[in-house]
């Protein structure tokens, strides 16, 4: 990506942050972000769903506002029924309308595979905006959903699980964390980094967090909530492959204690879809952020350890 430099910009991909941020006003930022992907799931309303949600996510991690969103569509036009497209279309415009956004628009290809996303635009202060790079020794992590959607998605893919099995991981990807979002706001301040955890999976986001800060963190892996059957299904052998990329990623950087299981060393690296928000938020705010969280019912509220001196981008795992 080219360098630029312009005071305008906030936030870019250099950070590898969540979402870009482009000043307009003193009191004003935009937070753009762009996500799309093939079908994870067989229902193509569903899919639609999950795509949107996990396109405002990078918003809500960033602390912003969802304002509008335009579809981004690759379609096998001479294979898939165009009824089928707009079951996807109608579950993105479902879940836009519920983060109180529109759909403006978009554009689509033919494409031998179907995919599905958004470009999504919100809006925030920029003295407000929550970003990768401030999380601090002492600080809290803590985790709004559970996660296991890798393995869940590929055991049905395998035949390992049925839809049945695979639904409450629907019901968590089509969850907006603007709960979560809103919980964050009312610790006052005390939140001083957060990401959304998908396709790198939670330790694979947790190390960019800590990379930007120049941290390291512990984590209780008895503490991360976990989807129903992941970890038998994970024991099965149903790894997806972006998650082996992950384990291989990071190698050198995540250090497990030897009474850590290995499936759930394996849902630590898991891809996710549409994940929760990866929060690091001061010790004596986080009771705080956790009854917020619960006000707002978001799938998971768990505390699972706490940013640490240390090299930079490295966790230990107990």
Same mark, same amino acid.
């Given at each position: ?8 910009? =906030? ?154 099995? =695979? ?8 969850? =907006? ?142």
């Amino acid at each position: 990506m080219p360098v630029i430099k312009d005071p305008r910009i =906030l936030v870019d991909a250099s950070t590898r942050d969540d979402a870009a941020v482009y000043q307009l006003a003193p009191d004003r930022a935009i937070v753009a972000t762009v996500d799309f992907f093939t079908p994870i799931v067989d229902d193509a309303y569903d899919f639609g769903r999950i795509a949107a949600t996990n396109a405002f996510s990078d918003l809500y991690a960033m602390g912003a506002t969802p304002l509008f969103a335009l579809n981004l569509v690759g379609w096998p036009r001479d294979k898939l029924p165009y009824d089928l497209l707009g079951e996807v279309l109608r579950g993105g415009a479902d879940i836009a309308r519920e983060a109180g956004a529109f759909v403006l628009g978009g554009h689509s290809v033919d494409d031998p595979e179907p995919k599905y996303g958004m470009v999504a635009i919100g809006e925030a202060h920029p003295n407000r905006i929550v970003t990768l790079a401030r999380a601090r020794a002492g600080d809290v992590l803590v985790l709004t959903k559970p996660i296991g959607t890798g393995v869940l998605a590929t055991a049905l893919k395998r035949d390992l699980a049925t839809a049945a099995d =695979l639904a409450p991981a629907v019901q968590s990807m089509t969850t =907006l964390n603007a709960g979560g979002a809103r919980a964050m706001r009312a610790t006052g301040g005390g939140v001083h980094a957060a990401t959304d955890v998908t396709g790198f999976g939670l330790l694979g986001h947790l190390h960019n967090m800590l990379a930007a800060s120049g941290m390291s963190a512990e984590i209780d892996a008895a503490s991360v909530p976990l989807l129903a059957k992941a970890m038998e299904l994970a024991e099965q052998g149903a790894i997806p492959g972006g998650t082996k990329r992950n384990r291989d990623a990071l190698d050198s950087f995540v250090k497990f204690g030897a009474d850590v299981p290995e499936p759930l060393r394996v849902l630590l690296f898991d891809a996710q879809t549409s994940g929760g928000l990866l929060i690091a938020v001061e010790s004596d705010r986080v009771s705080t952020l956790v009854a917020a969280l619960e006000r707002e019912t978001t799938p998971a509220a768990a505390r699972i350890g706490r940013v640490v001196r240390g090299t930079a981008g490295t966790v230990t795992v107990s």
